[in-house]
């Protein structure tokens, strides 16, 4: 049975590891040549952004193995007309580990990290899209845009 759970500064080893493996599978680098630097660098962000509360993620998990993971860096841009107050949710760190995949686990968990964005007042939510998770963030209403998918709730 997957469980989800909010992720805690405590996971930032782990959500370090889990990136690693996305990025290595997203690059096609089969030899990560630079994988301890990699896991280092997000490791030292990820405790930070725990702790200043730019980042937020949710983990789902099959026993005590990990399925999935998500991630939320909130910050603020200058306000425009699409984006009053500038807040900016952007996505990343959205990876099914393969054997989970096609069971809904990445849609659940999206589901989650969209209504944590919410909660939080974010009105502009931004990701990059790979080609297996453009479907999923379609289904959710975002747009294709040039570089990236975009979201905007409704008031």
């Known amino acids: ?78 306000p425009n007309r699409s984006c009053p107050d500038g807040k900016v949710a952007y996505i990343s760190n959205m990876y099914t580990l393969p054997n989970y995949r ?10 989650l990290i969209m209504s944590e964005a919410k909660s939080l007042g974010y009105t502009k939510v931004i990701l990059h899209a790979t080609d297996l998770g453009k479907p999923i963030y379609s289904k959710f209403g975002f747009i294709d845009s040039k570089d990236e998918m975009i979201y905007y709730f409704k008031n």
């Open 1 to 78: 049975m997957i469980e989800y759970r909010k992720a805690t500064p405590d996971d930032a080893s782990l959500l370090a590891q889990t990136r690693v493996q996305f990025l290595n599978e997203v690059n096609n680098n089969s030899t990560g040549d630079d994988n301890e630097e990699l896991f280092i660098n997000n490791k030292i962000y990820f405790e930070k952004a725990f702790q200043d509360k730019s980042f937020v993620a949710w983990i789902a998990f099959d026993n005590n193995e990990i399925a999935a993971t998500s991630g939320l860096t909130l910050f603020s841009l200058p």
């Open 102 to 111: 096609g069971k809904r686990i990445a849609s659940h968990i999206f589901s």
